[in-house]
């Protein structure tokens, strides 16, 4: 009747189906959608329902995509009616409806369609639409599920899309990558930096994946930072970074951090503060396991933040902190009151808190923590009162000053109504006095006397265990207790019956007048026990403590059996070993290895080849025509260096990011200027949808650095600070300048204009620059020069350049640069010369060639280069007679510009002009 | 990833189930109902159960447990903050996440659940986005709807999903620009029973409602943002900013939004508000036992305490409370134990006592221990920790917006033990 009635609505809802009015076809879909909500089967609709999979109306499409998605698998060959209308979809020009298709297309389990969803996905993955890759990168995994035989290719793609540069894609293609081959990790390596950089604007979830990827990346790439005598701080860091010509001599110390590891660390470390518990969850572990030890400190404030989450979040956090806590105590010790108990949390949370207050506990805070400790066993949870007096025993075990109190107080409570908290006690006075084995008759007399009142099978059996154990510290006593438990012996719990055997047997070997027909009594009950543990035991106990002509050898070692010095039970934490798991994975919570667990491998002893990472850097593909990026080329001989401003000029260029640092600094020799120094701090994080200006400082020259400034929006301030610098003082600014929407165009024009016209020397007079502008001569000229061309690598010459600071006299637009030139070999060589092709289209001014060079001679010459405005560098071949050895300047755009002085009502002037 | 979702009520009945992979038999579950009834109390229910094919995390929240299933290793945080996300969005979307809310509005429920994940990978979680594909349900809308036959679902591509700030769109418009803040700080503590302070902390949530026009970008600064120990933002906000000048620069998202989140350094001496006099007693015989709770201002600055709430949560010999309260009213509940007694605003010229009597299930032992007491308080225009808003400014952005700032304190879990 039920089938029938149900039958019958199937029926009506076909007919709705099938009917020519939308609302009602809707109306249908809804009803449908409500089945499968509750777990109904509507697979019989199959039919009616993919006829509308090219509906124009988009409710009703999806409503019949979910559908789909559902029955698909079931009914295969009717499924196939409605991939062409999804083949159609994926070739509409709106980008939305190419990625719902392939979403579509992808989750239809159905084996007859992979090659064309592979073909669907290549395509895709190629799209214009950073949106549509997404979604790509997400059918990647659909289809590996579905015929893993496709992996190859499938790996193509991931390549491919590994490669993108929009943040929509990073997190989903390295989900992908995770998911079909986590163990090619060469395909990550010239994506790497890239990863790290726009790691902050990717979508959080995305950063939870990228993250755990990276760290297990760092594992086998660099090496550890743990070392003995790796004492690495910010300065040595900053040291490397600065002197090129040091390098070689630092290599040589112990330890230093490979560029790309301090990387890592850096850019992830504003993601602590990040409102996703499960991205600062990555983080910490992140941190963990690559960090060097004395940096861990940053991720505990964020950690103990996260406990004031919700119950499951704290749960999982609170086992992390467990497992942690353990192996540095010192991480938690000053948040150790954040883990106090409250009468209303969760039992498991109650637990976890004790076990990490328990591995907290030292010499200093150990009162403190007793205290506490004592108003958590009269707690009304009874479980948790018993795991509380574990926690104490811990605490006893491990700090001996205290034993004795930890002692006193569990006797104490030895005296306690409840019988949970009685046993427990009984349980870890046991224990502890095994591993005190000095004179604590007392306790045990006490325990004797209270004996009666306990029921509890397992503190009875303890107290046995005790009794006989130490029955020479109570011969009078023991005995006793022996004739009471003869006469209950039948009615008492087979561990406590084993144990009463025990007893019995060895007071028969210490004190064998007494007890000696005791013992045989308990023997005797124990023969016919039902249990059959039971007797098992005492027949063994009989044949070895009686002697009689069938007992062979054993029997005179009987009282050095059972009397043996036990070894003490070790108390140990439950979280001991948890740390062969990666933190914050599932297998970590669980402690036991799930299906899928990706092992973090151990440091590599030498670092592989950090080479690998390295990346010509391109213009990204879809830059927006406004922005003004500049790229640096990588090249060998200048690693250090070109390694650092390629990092930084990725920072920039990547339109996602732009991260600027600031700082100012006096100069020392302009003692005359007062409060010439202006320095703007501030920093951005600011996304291709806004305006996005950076200035950027470099640190030039080690010693004498200049000023940097760094503005952010306004563009007012923006100016002001700007025109008031290069009123004031001579400055390096670099600028890297990008703009992505037309939205904000208005506002940045002024800015564009300004910096430009600066950057062009301020003699392009197309800027409408109505005030005379005169250069001034620089407060200050580097005297350190750059490296162009070494003489190992020259043949035994050797070039140096560095930046004058004066207008060019080849040129306006030109940057004078002066070249020393020596000759380190032992034969003079002849006609240096720059040769006629400048490879990147720059416009150089060659200095005359130079016929001859001695042997140990130098000579020095003048240049200019016209860098367009550009910190792209500047390449060229300088040629020999034998040799050509090509060269290349990178300048940085602090040496691009010239300085002015100008009055302030000029200034203003010209700022005017400027506003846009 | 997260391969399938149940939702569970209070009693047990699987309401509602969503697959993003293959199906799995909903059998699943029953490894869930095990753990349910070992666990007694809901909250007791451990967030990861292991069975031999899957694992199964579980959040509790209003009544609902939802059951996700995860058949590969994965960050167990990552699915937590995903299940309370989706939590979230069906409260903004129904003003309530409930069982029967949930049953109303299944269709949407469906769409959102389709677009939050693709093949169990998120994919938009933010509401402003979720908001744009699928509208909320409103009582108009439903009724035109009807009548026209139109749709809630969105025809357009969610602008935000594809720009690098997802939370805001594109083309916002209002007539009123205003923006307001909301300093919410509570107040965690532990005092025992002498009424000294085991343990106290201030934690402080700034909650916006923004609803500017265009592409504002604003910035918030502090008097004193020294105070501001450990702080986490919504994503809008310009980390770097903060770290060097201490200010909050941001392109808010449209609406309702959680701005920040802070901790007060620990070395800021925490003001207690009110103080509790009470006593608690058991008697050894005729199975009853004493109550008497008086509470009174400590350190209010000033301020009058409002919504003052005592909770206890009896031991479970209390059968039935006969008290007397001076002021507000009591409730005990004999089936969960808890005792609350509502006072409302609280009078530093008469203080409010509840004094009675309890009475004990006769014949069993007298309780172990004293229940602690929960305090709730809210006090309107202070923020306990003394944070103060500096000033506001929008740029990018022509016209003047409204801005208004609001202080409250609320006792966080303040904790009086005895």
Redesign the interface.
Same mark, same amino acid.
């Given at each position: 009747m039920l089938n029938h009635r149900f039958l019958c609505r199937n029926e009506d809802l076909k007919e709705m189906l099938e009917s020519n009015k939308e609302s009602l076809k809707l109306e249908a879909m809804k009803r449908i959608v409500g089945l499968i909500a509750k777990g109904k089967n509507a697979s019989e609709l199959f039919p009616a329902v993919v006829k509308n999979v090219a509906s124009k109306n988009i409710e009703l499409k999806k409503l019949v995509y979910v559908y789909l998605v559902r029955y698909a698998e079931e009914q295969q060959d009717l499924a196939l009616l409605s991939i062409s209308t999804f083949q159609r979809a994926l070739k509409d020009p709106n980008q939305l409806i190419r990625a719902s298709a392939l979403r579509v297309l992808s989750s239809i389990r159905v084996p007859i369609i992979v090659p064309i969803m592979m073909l669907a996905i290549k395509e895709a993955a190629t799209d214009l639409s950073p949106y549509v890759r997404k979604t790509a990168a997400h059918a990647i995994q659909k289809l590996y599920s579905l015929d893993p035989d496709q992996k190859e290719h499938l790996i193509e793609v991931i390549e491919k899309l590994l490669k993108d540069k929009s943040t929509l894609v990073a997190g989903s293609v390295v989900m992908a990558f995770e998911e079909v081959c986590p163990d090619r990790i060469d395909l990550i390596h010239k994506n790497y930096r890239k990863l790290c950089n726009l790691l902050v604007d990717v979508e959080e979830w995305g950063q939870v994946v990228i993250i755990h990827m990276l760290t297990r990346y760092a594992r086998t790439q660099f090496v550890s930072p743990w070392r003995e005598d790796a004492m690495f701080d910010e300065n040595n860091e900053k040291a490397f970074y600065d002197s090129e010509e040091e390098r070689k001599v630092e290599q040589t110390k112990p330890y230093i951090m490979d560029p790309d590891h301090r990387l890592l660390l850096r850019n992830t470390k504003p993601l602590l503060q990040s409102r996703n518990t499960a991205v600062v969850m990555a983080v910490s572990q992140l941190y963990w396991h690559l960090a060097p030890k004395h940096e861990l400190s940053i991720i505990t404030k964020s950690l103990v933040r996260l406990l004031r989450s919700h119950r499951e979040v704290q749960y999982v956090v609170l086992q992390n902190i467990a497992t942690m806590s353990i192996q540095r105590k010192g991480m938690f010790e000053p948040f150790m009151k954040s883990f106090y108990v409250r009468s209303t949390d969760a039992t498991h949370i109650k637990t976890l808190k004790l076990e990490i207050l328990t591995n907290l506990a030292n010499e200093a805070n150990i009162s403190t923590i007793l205290r506490e400790f004592q108003t958590y066993v009269k707690s009304q949870d009874k479980a948790f009162a018993a795991a509380t007096i574990q926690a104490i025993g811990r605490c006893a075990t491990n700090i001996s000053e205290v034993t004795d109190t930890c002692l006193n107080g569990l006797v104490l409570l030895l005296s306690n109504r409840d019988e949970t908290v009685v046993a427990e006690s009984v349980v870890v006075i046991k224990k502890l006095l095994q591993t005190q084995p000095s004179q604590h008759s007392d306790i045990i007399k006490h325990m004797a006397k209270l004996f009666d009142n306990i029921t509890v099978p397992m503190a009875r059996a303890s107290i046995l265990w005790l009794m006989g154990e130490y029955c020479e510290h109570v011969p009078k006593i023991a005995p006793d207790v022996l004739r009471k438990m003869a006469k209950t012996f039948t009615n008492e719990e087979d561990i406590v019956k084993l144990q009463i055997v025990n007893l019995a047997a060895k007071l028969y070997l210490t004190n064998s007048k007494q007890t000696k027909l005791l013992t045989q009594y308990i023997l005797n009950l124990g023969k016919y026990d039902q249990n059959y543990d039971i007797r098992d035991r005492t027949r063994f106990i009989r044949q070895l403590i009686v002697p009689n002509e069938k007992s062979g050898a054993l029997s005179k070692y009987a009282r050095r059996i059972l009397m043996a010095p036990k070894p003490a039970p070790v108390l140990q934490s439950a979280f001991k070993d948890r740390d062969r798991f990666q933190l914050g994975t599932l297998s970590h919570t669980l402690n036991s290895q799930a299906s899928g667990y990706l092992e973090l491998s151990d440091w590599p002893a030498v670092a592989p080849d950090q080479s690998v990472r390295n990346v010509e850097v391109v213009e990204p593909a879809g830059a927006p025509a406004l922005r003004k990026s500049k790229t640096a080329k990588s090249n060998e001989k200048f690693y250090s260096d070109s390694e650092e401003e390629e990092e930084e000029e990725e920072e920039g260029s990547s339109s996602e990011e732009s991260v600027s640092e600031s700082e100012s600094e006096e100069n020392s020799d302009d003692s005359n200027k007062s409060s010439s120094s202006q320095s703007e701090k501030s920093s951005s994080e600011s996304d291709s949808e806004k305006k996005k200006k950076t200035l950027k400082n470099k640190k030039l020259q080690q010693q004498k650095p200049d000023i940097l400034i760094i503005t952010y929006l306004p563009p007012q301030i923006m100016q002001k600070t700007l025109l008031l610098i290069i009123m004031t003082k001579y400055i390096l600014i670099h600028i890297v300048l990008s703009i992505s929407t037309q939205f904000f165009v208005n506002c940045m024009c002024s800015l564009l204009h300004l910096c430009v016209f600066l950057a062009c020397q301020f003699d392009v007079v197309s800027w409408h620059v109505h005030v005379s502008l005169q250069a001034s001569s620089p407060v200050f000229v580097p005297e350190t020069s750059h490296e162009l061309l070494h003489r190992m690598t020259g043949k035994g010459l050797s070039a140096q350049y560095r930046f004058t600071r004066q207008p060019c006299i080849y040129g306006n637009s030109m940057v004078s640069l002066q070249l020393t030139l020596s000759n380190s070999s032992d034969q003079a060589l002849e006609n240096i010369h720059i040769s006629e092709k400048s490879s990147t289209g720059q416009n150089i001014h060659r200095f005359n060639a130079i016929e001859r060079l001695e042997p140990q001679a130098s000579v020095t010459v003048s240049m200019g280069v016209d860098f367009n405005d550009s910190t792209q560098a500047a390449n060229f071949q300088l040629c020999t007679k034998e040799d050509e050895f090509s060269v290349s300047i990178q300048p940085a755009v602090g040496e691009l510009l010239l300085p002015i002085t100008m009055s302030e009502a000029d200034f203003t002037k010209e700022q005017e002009h400027r506003a846009g | 990833?997260i391969h399938s979702l149940f939702l569970i009520n209070n009693a047990g009945d699987? +309401?509602?189930?969503?697959?993003w992979? @293959?199906?799995i038999s /909903?059998s699943v579950c029953d490894y869930f109902f095990e753990a349910r009834e070992k666990a007694v109390?809901p909250? &007791?229910v451990?967030?990861?159960i292991?069975t031999p094919h899957h694992?199964l995390i =579980?959040?509790?929240?209003e009544k609902i447990f939802f059951v996700s299933v995860?058949?590969?290793?994965?960050?167990?945080?990552?699915v937590?903050?995903?299940l309370?996300r989706v939590a979230e969005t069906f409260q903004d979307y129904f003003g309530e996440c409930s069982e029967s809310t949930i049953k109303d509005n299944?269709?949407i429920?469906?769409?959102l659940l389709?677009e939050m994940l693709? &093949?169990g990978?998120?994919?938009a #979680?933010e509401s402003n986005i979720l908001k744009e594909l699928i509208r909320p349900p409103t009582i108009l809308r439903s009724m035109v709807n009807t009548i026209t %036959?139109s749709? =809630?679902? %969105?025809? #357009?591509?969610p602008t935000g999903?594809?720009? #690098?700030?997802?939370w805001r769109r594109a083309g916002v418009k209002y007539t009123n620009n205003e923006a307001y803040f909301d300093v919410v700080e509570e107040i965690d503590a532990?005092l025992?029973k002498s009424g000294t302070t085991?343990?106290a902390?201030i934690?402080g949530v700034i909650d916006a409602c923004v609803k500017l026009s265009g592409?504002p970008?604003l910035t918030l600064s502090f008097m004193n943002p020294r105070l501001l120990?450990?702080?986490? +933002?919504?994503?809008c906000v /310009?980390?770097? /900013?903060w770290? @060097?000048?201490r200010v909050i @620069?941001f392109?808010p998202p449209d609406g309702n939004f959680?701005l920040m989140?802070y901790?007060i350094s620990?070395q800021n001496l925490v003001a207690i508000p009110v103080y509790v006099k009470q006593n608690i007693s058991f008697f050894e015989t005729g199975s009853s036992g004493r109550l008497d709770i008086t509470v009174g201002p400590k350190q209010t600055m000033g301020k009058t305490v409002e919504g003052l709430v005592v909770t206890v949560?009896m031991?479970?010999v209390v059968l039935s409370a006969n008290l007397n309260a001076t002021q507000g009213t009591y409730n005990y509940d004999p089936v969960t134990k808890i005792l609350v007694w509502d006072i409302g605003k609280l009078n530093p010229q008469k203080l409010p006592n509840l004094k009675g009597s309890l009475s004990l299930q006769s014949g069993a032992?007298k309780?172990?221990?004293n229940? @602690?007491l =929960?305090i709730d308080l809210k006090i309107q225009q202070l923020a306990i920790s003394g944070l103060k808003v500096n000033r506001l400014d929008m740029? %990018?952005e022509k016209y003047k917006p409204f801005k208004g700032v609001k202080y409250v304190t609320k006792a966080g879990?303040f904790?009086v033990?005895t």
């Open positions: - | 990833m699987l +309401f509602l189930e969503k697959h992979k @293959s199906v /909903r109390e909250d &007791n451990p967030p990861v292991r694992y =579980n959040i509790y929240r995860i058949q590969t290793e994965v960050p167990p945080l990552f937590i903050e995903f309370h299944v269709v429920v469906y769409e389709e693709d &093949n990978f998120p994919l #979680t %036959g749709s =809630n679902v %969105g025809e #357009t591509l999903q594809l720009s #690098t700030i997802p532990i025992d085991v343990f902390e934690q592409m970008d120990d450990d702080v986490s +933002f919504h994503p /310009r980390y770097k /900013r770290e @060097s000048e @620069s392109v959680q989140s901790h620990a949560h031991p479970k032992p309780p172990e221990e229940p @602690s =929960n740029y %990018g879990k904790q033990r």
